[in-house]
């Protein structure tokens, strides 16, 4: 039995493919095995391609039909008997020491269930250039120590904080971390997180490396990612405690970030159960933006609404898996968010 099981996912990526495996096979720590799922029934190209490679290590999975991205992420949240899985997207790479460190920090920290590292963030040109921005998903300094954290964090509120293609996950009880079908691709990563165990662990050294591809497979219909964000904002709202200045302090910083994030907390008060409490300090500022964003985007609003009126599976999910998790960090000691 090998100690990590990768699962590397791809969808009619053939020029970036070899550079995401390459990087597999340049891994430092040896003792993984790999199941490449290739999502495309019609493509022959990856079998064909590890087929050439010949390393017994390495499996093809030609799925029968095209699951989608999220059908295929949630291929790798089920029990295996590796002691850990990962995942690793056809357009990322990983530095030859990713899984030794990562599973090394696992190893030494018992409690913590999945641990990711900061990325390197690069743009694809024309004509398959790569420009390396000089940016990471972090901002932390050279050499500065591993990072805890723990549900629920402020930034957790409508965002993520690990990210899928630098993960390492401890196994059992995976099926826990599965998203709904139809999770927006965008919001994966903030969807999962409210379904898994505290603490997580950040190595804030890039071992992995983010791809802005000028080909993706995210929506460009905003109602999608905007439903989503409504939902995480409001399962936050609702469920985790927190001091009057928190919540006078993440409006505020709504008010100020960019692009301004104020509608996602109205919408979050005025739609999602249990959340009410947030238009507490709405101001009518806030709400003359929400009005005129409306007026303004008359097809994106009715999208928006239909999907509020319908598509339940995402917001029942945040709402279980984050009450849930507020149990679990009541349980571990925690009363309330503070600044």
């Not at 339940?312 to 279980?320: A, G, H, K, T, Y």
């Amino acid at each position: 039995m090998a100690t990590c099981r990768v699962y590397l996912c791809t969808y009619r990526r053939n020029q970036l493919l070899p550079r995401a495996l390459e990087s597999l096979l340049r891994q430092e720590f040896t003792d993984w095995i790999c199941e490449l799922h290739n999502d495309d029934p019609a493509d022959p190209y990856p079998r064909s391609l590890v087929t050439e490679v010949g390393d017994r290590r390495l499996t093809v999975i030609d799925h029968d039909v095209n699951l989608g991205p999220i059908g295929t992420f949630n291929l790798a949240f089920q029990d295996v008997p590796e002691p850990f899985v990962s995942i690793l997207e056809d357009y990322n790479w990983w530095e030859p020491s990713f899984l030794r460190v990562m599973i090394g920090l696992m190893r030494e920290d018992h409690d913590v269930r999945l641990a990711w590292a900061n990325m390197r963030v690069w743009l694809e040109g024309e004509g398959g250039s790569w420009t390396n921005t000089g940016k990471t998903v972090w901002d932390r300094s050279p050499g500065a120590p591993p990072e805890r954290f723990s549900f629920p964090h402020m930034l957790q509120l409508g965002g993520a904080l690990h990210s899928n293609g630098a993960m390492v996950v401890r196994t059992g009880g995976l099926e826990r971390f599965r998203v709904p079908d139809e999770t927006t691709l965008a919001a994966i990563e903030p969807v999962r997180e409210r379904a898994l165990s505290s603490p997580m662990l950040l190595m804030p050294e890039p071992l992995a490396n983010f791809a802005v591809t000028q080909a993706t497979a995210r929506s460009k219909d905003d109602s999608i990612w905007i439903h989503a964000r409504t939902g995480l904002a409001g399962s936050f709202l609702k469920h985790v405690p927190m001091q009057p200045a928190v919540a006078r302090q993440i409006w505020q910083s709504a008010r100020t970030s960019s692009p301004r994030d104020t509608n996602d907390l109205l919408l979050a008060g005025l739609f999602f159960p249990g959340a009410r409490s947030a238009l507490r300090h709405a101001r009518p500022s806030d709400v003359a933006r929400l009005t005129a964003s409306f007026i303004h985007h008359p097809r994106r609003s009715a999208r928006l609404l239909r999907r509020i009126a319908r598509e339940r599976e995402v917001w029942s999910f945040l709402d279980s898996k984050t009450e849930q998790s507020v149990r679990e960090a009541t349980d571990s000691g925690f009363v309330e968010l503070t600044l």
